[in-house]
């Protein structure tokens, strides 16, 4: 069974610039996440999708985050413009149904802002 | 609001030695609970969970119990080995499927 895949892994770019990153769960996994993981810290929910709705977007920054999950299957999370704040290492997860079910990580792209 | 307090880090043990990362968590009805490692350049992965209380989880010779009274979820391992060596994380999902974590511990398991 493939695994939770994510492009790029590393992006290095200046602030106040725009970037996006891409993820595609595991097939037939309605539910999928995005985290940011800051160094020395525990990864922080920032969108959680139930197929192509958003269940919880509390904790995302949406003056300068967004993002989509077309046809409930891929997803794409756009930061612009990027602050030096957001330098951290973005997680995305999927599961089968959300609920209280257990989680699977794709490898994370490490973001560094200059 | 819901969160995850973990025993800091880092720790550092003497192969065989005994395992104990504490793990308590602050949230509302009755999550399920989670430990998830990280081996060094490697991503997140499951490591056991509990899904009611008083359950065991258990995998790899580590184990963890869902005590509801104390709300806590602590880690053991009864002898450790230089490849348990990664970062663990502690953590919950509500039936809502919302996530917190906890800050993760470093283990260090020398020869």
């Known amino acids: 069974e493939a695994g939770v895949a994510q492009s790029p892994r590393y992006k290095i770019i200046e602030k106040r610039q725009s970037v996006a990153f891409w993820c595609n769960p595991i097939?037939?996994?309605?539910?999928l996440y995005w985290y940011q993981q800051i160094l020395g810290q525990g990864p922080k929910l920032l969108i959680q999708f139930q197929n192509n709705g958003v269940v919880d977007d509390s904790q995302l920054p949406k003056d300068r985050f967004s993002a989509e999950r077309l046809k409930g299957v891929d997803s794409t999370l756009k930061i612009q413009p990027a602050k030096l704040e957001d330098s951290a290492v973005y997680l995305c997860a999927s599961s089968l149904d959300g609920g209280a079910g257990e989680q699977y990580f794709g490898p994370g792209t490490r973001l560094t802002v200059t | 609001g819901n969160s995850v307090t973990q025993m800091e880090g880092p720790v550092t043990l003497s192969e065989e030695a005994f395992l104990t990362i504490n793990c308590t968590y602050t949230a509302t009805g009755y999550p399920s609970l989670f430990w998830y490692v990280q081996y060094p350049g490697e991503g997140l992965q499951l490591l056991l969970k509990a899904t009611k209380a008083d359950d065991k989880g258990s995998n790899k010779g580590f184990e963890a119990t869902y005590r509801k009274e104390t709300t806590s979820f602590h880690l053991e391992k009864g002898s450790v080995q230089v490849s348990d060596s990664a970062v663990y994380f502690c953590a919950f999902n509500t039936n809502a499927g919302k996530s917190t974590f906890g800050d993760g511990t470093t283990l260090t398991v020398k020869p």
């Open positions: 097939s037939g996994h309605a539910t």
